[in-house]
Nanobody, 121 residues
Framework: QVQLVESGGGLVQPGGSLRLSCAAS????????MGWYRQAPGEERELVAE???????NYADSVKGRFIISRDNAKNTVYLQMNSLKPEDTAVYYC???????????????WGKGTLVTVSS
């Protein structure tokens, strides 16, 4: 069993900042890529940012220059620093991790339950 738990969502005014965190726990041998996705009402889930175990990053064009993804491999935690937030960033943000399970070495595509970010004045 592997669990991902997100935190840090909430209500923020346009132009403000929020920092999301996602901690993975359970039967983890190692974690490959970790990432953040989001889903706005009536829209499909989309990739926001991802980071490899080595620290290489990839961002959606819509958040480049505003969001920063980082991770702490010792804590199995990934972060998303969101700056200059816009109303169109309003969505449920989901954490994702490509986990290698301890003992079996199976790979699991794991998801958190999501945290709501609302950007509004």
């Amino acid at each position: 069993q592997v669990q991902l738990v997100e935190s840090g969502g909430g209500l923020v005014q346009p132009g403000g900042s929020l920092r999301l965190s996602c901690a993975a726990s359970g039967s983890i041998y190692s974690i490959n890529a970790m990432g953040w996705y989001r889903q706005a009402p009536g829209e499909e889930r989309e990739l926001v940012a991802e980071i490899t175990s080595g620290g290489s990053t990839n961002y959606a064009d819509s958040v480049k220059g505003r969001f920063i993804i980082s991770r702490d491999n010792a804590k199995n935690t990934v972060y998303l620093q969101m700056n200059s937030l816009k109303p169109e960033d309003t969505a449920v943000y989901y954490c994702n991790a490509d986990v290698v399970v301890r003992l079996t070495y199976y790979r699991m595509d794991c998801w958190g339950k999501g945290t709501l970010v609302t950007v509004s004045s």
